[in-house]
């Protein structure tokens, strides 16, 4: 989710932001849940190099309720998972290729790649294989579509995977999930497969990013944690019954804020210690977190 770009452009329009004026509209206030689901940013980063199956599975045996993974498009068009638009920062520069821009690679040449403890570069199929209980136990999958043009391939790929009418997890919650902090994606993916519900990643939820998720009916945003206001859950419910999620959470501080906020999900680099520190909370209301 947030590379330097991302935190930037988050920066400066939560700079410019003004409280929205439409919160008293709300369909009713949303319940805060004292066990938000835990997701695992790019699967478990504190243990396993990032967006690989190496981290996504570390991530279930760290009692991660979901994944989060990125998806890039190749330049045949495949569906690629990685983080950054090019594959300079991630691989071994040992490796037979480690440079380049994904959009401009072919699979072949991708599956040449080395990253950090001998892992590949999964395909989303390689990432759902894990979701679908690969690692041991089903989990929800959270897809963030970096580029509009993964938007519409990724839509076909979930419902060719989970059906036009995908069967719930055990907890109630859709198999799928599509993100993006492209509104045109999200629009892609609306019309191209409508059973996927759809999350606008946001600095926050002003009165353009209410227009948005009313736009697009989506079903939930996501707030970066450092741009996280008070009233940003009521918001998104008033915009389309929108649930507020937080992303990226690893510090004390930033997980007393997401519990205080009625987030109905936590995203972290370190999902074991999130979810001890959820657990610990639900039995012990009021406690405190520990580093």
């Known amino acids: 989710m947030d590379s330097v770009m991302e935190r930037m452009s988050l920066a400066r329009s939560a700079s410019a932001r003004t409280p929205s004026s439409s919160s008293s509209a709300a369909l009713s206030t949303p319940v805060a849940s004292p066990r938000p689901a835990v997701i695992g940013h790019r699967g478990a980063p504190v243990g396993a190099p990032e967006n690989t199956l190496a981290s996504f599975g570390r991530a279930v ?9 990125d998806v ?12 950054d638009s ?9 490796g037979p290729l480690c440079g380049g821009d994904i959009a401009d690679l072919t699979r072949a040449q991708l599956d040449t790649v080395e990253l950090g403890g001998g892992e590949r570069i999964p395909s989303l199929d390689d990432y759902l294989d894990v979701c679908e209980g690969g690692a041991g136990r089903a989990v929800g999958a959270v897809v963030e579509v970096k580029a509009p043009a993964a938007a519409r391939a990724t839509a076909l790929a979930l419902r060719e995977r989970f059906g036009a009418q995908p069967m719930p997890l055990p907890d109630g919650t859709p198999p799928a999930v599509i993100i993006s902090f492209h509104p045109e994606a999200l629009r892609t993916v609306r019309e191209t497969a409508p059973e996927v519900p759809i999350g606008l990643l946001a600095a926050g939820v002003d009165d353009e990013v209410m227009q948005v998720l009313a736009e697009l009916r989506a079903e939930r945003v996501s707030v970066w944690i450092q741009t996280l206001e008070d009233g940003d859950a009521d918001r998104a419910w008033a915009a389309s019954g929108a649930s507020l999620h937080v992303w990226t959470v690893n510090t004390p501080e930033h997980l007393d804020a997401a519990l205080a906020a009625d987030v109905a999900s ?9 979810f001890r520190e959820r657990d610990r909370r639900a039995r012990t209301p009021g406690a405190l977190p520990v580093a």
């Not at 045996?61 to 993974?69: H, K």
């Open 61 to 69: 045996r760290d009692g991660a309720d979901a994944l989060e993974c």
């Open 72 to 83: 890039h498009l190749s330049a045949d068009g495949h569906l690629v998972v990685m983080h």
């Open 266 to 274: 936590i995203t972290t680099d370190d999902p074991g210690w999130v």
């Open 86 to 94: 090019s594959i300079d920062r991630t691989a071994s520069p040992h």
